[in-house]
């Protein structure tokens, strides 16, 4: 099959949903399929082509969000190399920018289009807004979503049922919704992969003694992911365990909001603030951690908790829907509804090592049900019915309304 694959962000760009295309592209081709790339340049305006042409990036402005660039959405140039590819399915991870054009593409070119449902946009239109006008904010948010995603698709994939329920209850979309959670090359995080020697020398590098307990956060380091909750409930704990060690991998907006919160709390050698970390490095720092926490409610799925369960790693997490497929309660970690049951959960963790490698060997087991290798059979599935439905009426009207907002015909195939 060939597969074009349409992403906003792709590597060397870090984040969930690049980590979630790279690692579909890889199950897909280890089963023998042609993956073809259409994504961002994220270093400047211009073309680049990579891979023997299976990777095309788009020049892209910058945003002002993180390091997001958004393109145009008819890039003339993509188009002429697209159409050699000669597609089957077109699989888009964005709703605006380049998934614009892969709606375009699909529709011109008559391929089926699979789009998949990463971010709940609700959640992050603050950074646009700046708190004002968040009501009639949602609402354009609403209506854009349920255009994209329910009167352009050809089949519809979100990783949870809280999204699956955003969609058919509050959206009340009309397309087939599939609930496919997001696998990760679960291999690269087990804890075999690393020398003992190698993880003492990073303890040592970011200020880690032998004994002390590590709670590890790996994120982006902003208002939606509630790290703030972490760090207020970790000034408690401190006070019973001064060997317990909020480790936090990664940047963002807030970073100094969260340092100067640590240092107001009087617990800033007991939080450790790292940055980014290289992609490939990451999972040593599973590695060298005892829990993983979260109290972040705006994830569709939480892939990070799943990486902590392969490098059996006990999660204690805010109770959420997105969650709910990978953790069970009292087996492989714990759910908190607030600060005092959060710290009661890791004092617990803390004082009861056998409960902490219990918890951590059935994460282990667990995380299999999440490989790459299943996930991408999933995805499979869903392309060929894609390819079985008739969907031009539906590329047809998108493109058809395209059509006045580039004020130009766009030809047939």
Request: aromatic content about 12%; glycine content about 6%; proline content about 3%.
């Amino acid at each position: 099959m060939r597969i074009g694959i349409f992403t906003d962000t792709y590597p060397p760009y870090i984040n969930g949903v690049s980590t979630s295309v790279a690692m579909l592209e890889n199950a897909l081709k280890k089963k023998g399929h042609q993956v073809y790339i259409v994504t961002v340049n994220p270093d400047n305006m211009s073309y680049k082509y990579e891979d023997n042409d299976h990777i095309v990036r788009i020049p892209g402005i910058p945003t002002g969000i993180y390091d997001y660039r958004l393109t145009g959405i008819y890039p003339l140039r993509a188009l002429k190399k697209i159409k050699k590819w000669n597609l089957d399915v077109i699989h888009s991870h964005t709703e605006f920018g380049v998934g614009t054009f892969a709606r375009i593409v699909a529709g011109q070119f008559n391929i089926p289009l699979v789009h998949t449902y990463h971010t709940m946009y609700e959640d992050y239109i603050h950074y646009i807004t700046k708190g004002y006008f968040m009501g009639p904010s949602k609402k354009i948010v609403e209506y854009l979503t349920k255009f994209y995603c329910d009167q352009t698709a050809t089949e519809l994939i979100v990783p949870t049922k809280k999204t699956y329920d955003l969609f058919k209850k509050k959206y009340k979309v009309n397309r087939n919704v599939h609930i496919i959670p997001t696998g990760i090359e679960i291999e690269r995080f087990y804890k075999e992969n690393f020398k003992q020697k190698e993880l003492d020398e990073l303890r040592e590098k970011i200020g880690l003694k032998k004994d002390d307990f590590v709670i590890l956060f790996v994120g982006r380091l902003a208002k939606e992911k509630s790290v703030d909750v972490l760090i207020d409930a970790h000034a408690s704990i401190c006070k019973n365990f001064t060997h317990a060690k909020l480790l936090i991998i990664g940047d963002g907006p807030d970073i100094e909001k969260f340092k100067k919160q640590a240092e107001k709390l009087k617990i800033k050698d007991n939080v450790i603030f790292t940055g980014k970390v290289p992609w490939e490095e990451v999972p040593k720092y599973y590695s060298i951690s005892s829990v993983f926490a979260t109290a972040s409610k705006s994830e569709t799925q939480g892939l990070t908790v799943i990486e902590a369960m392969a490098a059996s790693i006990p999660v204690v997490c805010v109770l959420d829907e997105s969650f709910e497929d990978a953790v069970i309660d009292g087996l492989n970690g714990y759910f908190f509804k607030n600060k005092r049951q959060y710290k009661k959960q890791i004092e617990e963790l803390i004082t009861d090592q056998n409960k902490v490698k219990q918890f951590g060997k059935q994460a282990r087991i667990n995380a299999d049900a999440h490989s790459s290798k299943y996930f991408a059979e999933r995805v499979l599935d869903v392309y060929k019915i894609a390819i079985g439905i008739t969907n031009e009426k539906s590329n047809k009207s998108f493109l058809g309304k395209f059509k006045k907002v580039l004020g130009k015909k766009i030809n047939g195939k």
